[in-house]
């Protein structure tokens, strides 16, 4: 039998019929990041339309996601591994993981904190078809739903006049990017991060890449949150350090993405959206510390499904804070996406044999002949 196509992306259909159709063990590539930023990008507007479409599904129940599982290390507290397991349904089905590690310690020897790969399982057979690196899926994924939270929490918002960053790493570089596609330019920019260093150096970033913008590099993530419209949220914090909620008695729209930078007093005082309330109770983050000392939930007023299909307004009058834990169905859809635009390409290239032992009741030859 001759070598199956590569498998594509899916055209739309009905999810039932993916375990009629006929089977046969596809071939495995290994994607590199090269691969993965070249089809990516430019292509803000149709990733960001993407991971919405994406959170839909999730809300309408054609995902499956279960918790993700932290891999820690008592001799390196600070380090995790994170399995972040998934199925997507809907007219484009794929299942999968992605294994990604956080070593903030990494920064001290000048390689990025983040790294990880992405596994794409076939499902029809269950095989696993590619390896995608995946550091750039996770950050654009994580983009992404930045920007569609930005454009659905803002609908009822001028167009902010400052937007801060607080934390200037590679996320940040990535966020900015998809929220100055959705085309909300604000009037000036500013900067704040522990490193002075890394401050200036994404403050150079925002002036050469964007708009022409003042940036400004402030000393003290207090004057940065009381002086923007939006705060976004990117640090490496594992405990909450934005502890005062009359920093944000303007009422700002928080893209809390790191998860763990905002004190309880700050969360109760604040309209809180989340992308999944199961997911992002945990792990110690900052709705989690919330819940924990209220004993309930009651201080979240809902999803981002919730407010994409109009069930849930995000008030102007209020500090509206969106914390996204990271959903692996996200990471899938982007990197199925990956997958099929480069298959369309041509820039994926097949493992000839890693897939060996096929047959059920012969083992194969080796290359001098002996089984």
Do not use: M
């Given at each position: 039998m001759g070598r199956p196509l590569l498998r594509a992306g899916r055209p739309e259909q009905d999810p039932g019929d993916i375990v009629s159709e006929q089977t046969e063990v596809p071939p495995f590539c290994v994607v590199p990041g090269s691969t993965v930023h070249e089809v990516l990008d430019g292509r803000q507007t149709e990733i960001t339309d993407l991971v919405e479409a994406a959170y839909r599904l999730h809300g309408e129940g054609h995902t499956i996601n279960p918790p993700s599982y932290f891999l820690r290390f008592p001799d390196r507290p600070t380090a995790r591994i994170i399995a972040l397991p998934a199925s997507v349904g809907g007219g484009?089905?794929?299942?999968?993981?992605?294994?990604?590690?956080?070593?903030?310690?990494?920064?001290?020897?000048?390689?990025?904190?983040?790294?990880?790969?992405?596994?794409?399982?076939?499902?029809?057979?269950?095989?696993?078809?590619?390896?995608?690196?995946?550091?750039?899926?996770?950050?654009?994924?994580?983009?992404?739903?930045?920007?569609?939270?930005?454009?659905?929490?803002?609908?009822?918002?001028?167009?902010?006049?400052?937007?801060?960053?607080?934390?200037?790493?590679?996320?940040?570089?990535?966020?900015?990017?998809?929220?100055?596609?959705?085309?909300?330019?604000?009037?000036?920019?500013?900067?704040?991060?522990?490193?002075?260093?890394y401050a200036h150096g994404f403050a150079d970033h925002l002036r050469t890449t964007g708009d022409g913008s003042p940036v400004h590099v402030l000393d003290s993530a207090e004057e940065l949150v009381r002086s923007s419209d939006v705060v976004v949220c990117a640090t490496t914090a594992s405990t909450p350090h934005l502890l005062d909620p009359s920093w944000f008695a303007h009422h700002p729209l928080v893209l809390h993405v790191s998860l763990r930078d905002l004190g309880t007093d700050v969360i109760l005082?604040?309209?809180?959206?989340?992308?999944?309330?199961?997911?992002?109770?945990?792990?110690?983050?900052?709705?989690?510390?919330?819940?924990?000392?209220?004993?309930?939930r009651d201080f979240l007023?809902?999803?981002?499904?919730?407010?994409?299909?109009?069930?849930?307004?995000?008030?102007?009058?209020?500090?509206?804070?969106?914390?996204?834990?990271?959903?692996?169905?996200?990471?899938?859809?982007?990197?199925?996406?990956?997958?099929?635009?480069?298959q369309e390409g041509g820039l994926l290239r097949p493992v000839d044999g890693f897939f060996h032992d096929l047959d059920r009741h012969s083992a194969p030859r080796s290359k001098g002949g002996r089984r």
């Open positions: 484009r089905p794929v299942d999968g993981i992605k294994w990604i590690s956080s070593f903030p310690s990494n920064l001290d020897h000048g390689i990025p904190r983040a790294s990880a790969v992405l596994i794409l399982n076939d499902p029809a057979t269950g095989y696993p078809y590619a390896c995608l690196e995946s550091s750039i899926i996770s950050a654009v994924r994580t983009a992404a739903s930045a920007a569609v939270a930005a454009r659905a929490l803002g609908e009822n918002r001028p167009a902010p006049g400052r937007v801060g960053y607080l934390g200037t790493g590679l996320i940040a570089r990535h966020v900015h990017s998809y929220l100055a596609a959705l085309g909300r330019a604000p009037r000036e920019y500013a900067v704040h991060d522990l490193s002075t260093e005082d604040s309209f809180n959206v989340v992308d999944d309330v199961e997911h992002v109770l945990k792990a110690d983050t900052s709705v989690h510390l919330a819940e924990q000392r209220t004993g309930g007023d809902g999803t981002l499904y919730d407010v994409l299909t109009g069930a849930l307004k995000a008030p102007a009058d209020r500090t509206v804070v969106f914390s996204p834990f990271g959903l692996g169905v996200l990471d899938l859809t982007v990197g199925e996406h990956v997958h099929a635009r480069a």
